[in-house]
T-cell receptor, first 115, second 110 residues
Framework: DAGVTQSPTHLIKTRGQQVTLRCSPK?????VSWYQQALGQGPQFIFQ???????QRGNFPDRFSGHQFPNYSSELNVNALLLGDSALYLC??????????????FGDGTRLSIL | GNSVTQMEGPVTLSEEAFLTINCTYT??????LFWYVQYPGEGLQLLLK?????DKGSNKGFEATYRKETTSFHLEKGSVQVSDSAVYFC?????????FGAGTTVTVRA
């Protein structure tokens, strides 16, 4: 039973560039959430996708956008990268139809470094 | 809005010592509460959960009780092992997203 998988593992970009991160949810899960974890801090919620729509969004600028595909996999796109975007980006999946407050299962993350 | 405050670390213990990490929260309604653990270089793993007041979550020797009157969800383990060295996050959810504390780094020495 495959868990949540994310790619790539590491990524190095320069300021102003654009980046796309990918996530495949755990088998049987249909909801994908994205979190940003800065060094030494707890993860911060970016947004959540369910039924290919953005269901909820955290306090992140429009430079952060996403997409969910019919197979439930998801992408996180960040435009006009800033030094402050350097972080570990975590994807989490859950079963959306069962309602809120469900445990979320996390991938190992993508470490994004901005030079 | 939602917020989670947990005990600042780092915490250093000897093997077989008692561990407690304090966690308090602010939220509207009736949130579910979670403890997640993060080992070096890995993502977060769900350690335990509680969905209503007075529920006790437990797993791998860890326990936490949902205390609505004190808005707390403290994590405890009676006898830690070196393999318990990790960062521990308290989190809540009362909608579709998780709100996390800042994390507590625990190091257990043999």
């Amino acid at each position: 039973d495959a868990g949540v998988t994310q790619s790539p593992t590491h990524l190095i970009k320069t300021r102003g560039q654009q980046v796309t991160l990918r996530c495949s949810p755990k088998s049987g899960h249909d909801t994908v959430s994205w979190y940003q974890q800065a060094l030494g801090q707890g993860p911060q919620f970016i947004f959540q996708y369910y039924e290919e729509e953005e269901r909820q969004r955290g306090n992140f600028p429009d430079r952060f956008s996403g997409h969910q595909f019919p197979n439930y996999s998801s992408e996180l796109n960040v435009n006009a990268l800033l030094l402050g975007d350097s972080a570990l980006y975590l994807c989490a999946s859950s079963r959306g139809a069962t309602g809120p407050n469900q445990p979320q299962h996390f991938g190992d993350g993508t470490r994004l470094s901005i030079l | 809005g939602n917020s989670v405050t947990q005990m600042e670390g780092p915490v250093t213990l000897s093997e077989e010592a008692f561990l407690t990490i304090n966690c308090t929260y602010t939220a509207t309604g009736y949130p579910s509460l979670f403890w997640y653990v993060q080992y070096p270089g890995e993502g977060l793993q769900l350690l335990l959960k509680a969905t209503k007041a007075d529920d006790k979550g437990s797993n791998k020797g860890f326990e936490a009780t949902y205390r609505k009157e004190t808005t707390s969800f403290h994590l405890e383990k009676g006898s830690v092992q070196v393999s318990d060295s990790a960062v521990y996050f308290c989190a809540l959810s009362n909608d579709y997203k998780l709100s996390f504390g800042a994390g507590t780094t625990v190091t257990v020495r043999a």
